[in-house]
């Protein structure tokens, strides 16, 4: 079916809103230099422009928005500069200013991740989560607020109680991690993760930003705490080969199988019997 002009204008429209939207600073910009375009050239071949205001008026308007949006694009960037190590502020690409691109690099690359707003001492509200956290909890994202209440039970409480728990924690020291369950339903089995959560503040309000990743439960978590094998104050975690086709296939790169060799030729059994070289751990 064609098009109408007025279903075409209004496709038009929505799409100037969304680039404005997207690119507010930049809509500003160009906004101002059509403006001083109008008022210091009248003509250009056939088209001509005319303004209703005063020269003087017409001309001070598109200056003062085209110098407003260069100087919001620049403290923009100055901004998210300060959020930087220090070997990567002035290096950014245009890209990384892009927030259409960074959402989608969250929602579709990411592992899986959220983001929360503290919104009260006893409450947070769930802003953004990647794919890939959806699939690995793959739970009530399609049950409606109003059934919530009716599928409580009380171990589903318990695991949420948790999971306030650890944002609290974030907020109050900074930083959390947490050994917990993802939310289950009555009969639903248990699948634990280890979550890992960091306050952030911005422009007043104070957010947690988390991921998790699944773990299996072994000996030795018992009590409230437990102490787990670091690398840069990250946890390390120990890889669990399993039977092809019951795991996920994980490449392996060469400086690893190099490595992996050099260390096999290291343990094995010399012809008396007993290891060339104790094994090392690195």
């Given amino acids: 079916m064609a098009s109408t002009p007025s279903a075409a204008n209004t496709r038009q429209l929505i799409g100037l809103?969304?680039?404005v939207k997207s690119d507010a600073e930049g809509a500003v910009l160009v906004l101002g230099l059509a403006i001083v375009l109008v008022a210091v050239v009248r003509q250009i071949g056939p088209w001509k422009f005319a303004s209703g205001a005063p020269f003087a008026v017409t001309l001070a308007t598109g200056l003062l928005l085209t110098v407003g949006g260069a100087v919001?694009?620049?403290?923009?960037?100055?901004r998210i500069a300060t959020y930087l190590p220090g070997t990567l502020q002035g290096a950014l690409p245009e890209f990384a200013y892009d927030h259409e691109f960074l959402l989608r690099a969250i929602i579709n690359g990411m592992p899986p991740v959220f983001i929360k707003e503290v919104t009260d001492e006893s409450s947070s509200q769930h802003l953004l989560q990647s794919n890939a956290?959806?699939?690995l909890q793959g739970l009530n994202d399609a049950i409606p607020v109003r059934l919530e209440a009716a599928i409580e039970d009380a171990?589903?409480?318990?695991?949420?109680?948790?999971?306030?728990q650890g944002d609290e924690h974030a907020v109050s020291r900074g930083r959390s991690r947490q050994v917990e369950f993802l939310d289950a339903l009555a009969g639903q089995p248990l699948r634990a993760v280890l979550t890992t959560k960091t306050r952030v503040d911005h422009n007043g309000r104070t957010f947690v930003v988390g991921w998790a990743i699944p773990v299996a439960l072994t000996d030795g978590l018992a009590g409230d705490t437990t102490c787990l094998s670091e690398d840069s104050g990250e946890v390390r975690h120990r890889l669990m080969p399993v039977e092809a086709d019951t795991g996920v296939e994980v490449?392996?790169?060469?400086?690893?199988?190099?490595?992996?060799?050099?260390?096999?030729?290291?343990?094995?059994?010399?012809?008396?019997?007993?290891?060339?070289?104790?094994?090392?751990?690195?």
């Fill in 251 to 282: 490449e392996i790169a060469t400086a690893v199988r190099t490595k992996l060799a050099e260390l096999e030729a290291k343990t094995r059994p010399a012809p008396g019997g007993v290891p060339d070289v104790a094994p090392s751990p690195e």
């Fill in 155 to 164: 171990r589903r409480r318990a695991i949420k109680s948790d999971h306030r």
């Fill in 133 to 135: 956290l959806s699939q």
């Fill in 72 to 78: 919001w694009i620049i403290k923009g960037r100055s």
């Fill in 17 to 19: 809103i969304r680039v």
